[in-house]
Structures are given as structure tokens and as C-alpha cells.
């Protein structure tokens, strides 16, 4: 089992940053492959980012592609996702997913087994 904690979201103006972090606990980070996803009021929940186990290869989705990026701790355990240049339309509540191996394309929300309970980043035009 993994346990995942979000934290880092709140309020910013259009323009501003935020960093999220996904601390993990049950097993290393190492031995698992994590994401961000995002579910905005009345929409489905997107795919926003990933990064392999060690943090060599990563993908992003292409809305936030030179805007965020993600990287990860392995000695702290943690994921983070750094949120450049915000736009009101990335509004959302922000979920890290984690999983041990995949079985579906990484960008699928049910490739991953275990899932934090979201924090919320709300921007503002």
C-alpha cells in the first residue's frame, strides 16, 4: 500500500506560482512511478503530469507544457509539481497518483492504483 499527501495549493493571482508536494509513505518513492492529475468543477479528471521512478523521464500534458514542471526527492520521498505563469483555466483540484507498474498508457487516470486527497489550487484573473 501507498499512502500519498498533497499539500502546497491556495490561492494566487494570474501570473503567480505555486509549488505543490506529494509526500508518499508504504513504500519508497524509488520503487514508484507518480503523477498529477487535475479535475476542474464539472470536468473530468486530466492528466497533467508524470515522472518515472528516477526521475529521468517525465511527460506533461501540453496545456501546462512550459509552464509547470515536475520532479521528484527520492531521499525525502516526495514529488513536486512547480506551477509557473498560472492561468484562472488551471483552476482545480490537484491529485497525486501513484503506481508500482503500469499496465495502462501512464496519461490514463485508471493506470494508477493509489491516489491523495487532492488540494485545491484556485487562480485569479
Known amino acids: 500500500q501507498v499512502q500519498l499527501v498533497e499539500s502546497g495549493g491556495g490561492l494566487v493571482q494570474a501570473g503567480g506560482s505555486l509549488r505543490l508536494s506529494c509526500a508518499a509513505s508504504g513504500r519508497a518513492v524509488s520503487t514508484i512511478a507518480m503523477a498529477w492529475f487535475r479535475q476542474a468543477p464539472g470536468n473530468e479528471r486530466e492528466f497533467v503530469a508524470a515522472?518515472?521512478?528516477?526521475?529521468?523521464?517525465?511527460n506533461l500534458a501540453d496545456s501546462v507544457k512550459g509552464r509547470f514542471t515536475i520532479d521528484r526527492d527520492n531521499a525525502k520521498n516526495t514529488v513536486y509539481l512547480q506551477m509557473n505563469s498560472l492561468r484562472p483555466e488551471d483552476t482545480a483540484v490537484y491529485y497525486c497518483a501513484a503506481v508500482q507498474s503500469y499496465s495502462s498508457p501512464f496519461y490514463y487516470e485508471s493506470a494508477y492504483p493509489y491516489w491523495g486527497q487532492g488540494t485545491q489550487v484556485t487562480v485569479s484573473s
Open positions: 515522472i518515472s521512478r528516477s526521475g529521468a523521464g517525465t
